[in-house]
């Protein structure tokens, strides 16, 4: 005999978890660590999307942007 285990998740819930300011500082502080590993030249940025918060890191400089393209580097400090 098996034991089945159902989950129902709370729809509202989830979506105030993934839009909350806890998870805002919590995306922040994992793109300004893989800043960290990048070095100078690149920015983050974070925003309340319509489902959930985003970050984002941005090569803002030409030297920064032809590191990127040339080794991937903001893929790569992600990992």
């Known amino acids: ?3 089945k ?3 129902e998740l709370n729809r509202e819930g989830v979506q105030a978890l993934l839009r909350s300011s806890e998870m805002m500082d919590a995306v922040a ?3 300004r660590s ?3 590993r990048l ?3 690149y920015e983050v940025s ?3 999307g319509r489902n959930r918060v985003n ?3 941005e090569a803002a400089t030409a030297e920064a942007r032809r590191e990127n393209m040339e080794t991937n580097s903001i893929l790569k400090a992600l990992k």
Do not use: C, H, K, P
Request: glycine share 14%; aromatic share 4%.
């Open 29 to 31: 502080e994992l793109a």
């Open 5 to 7: 285990v159902r989950i």
């Open 55 to 57: 970050a984002s890191i």
């Open 34 to 36: 893989a800043q960290g």
């Open 39 to 41: 070095g100078d030249g």
């Open 46 to 48: 974070t925003y309340a």
């Open 1 to 3: 005999m098996s034991n």
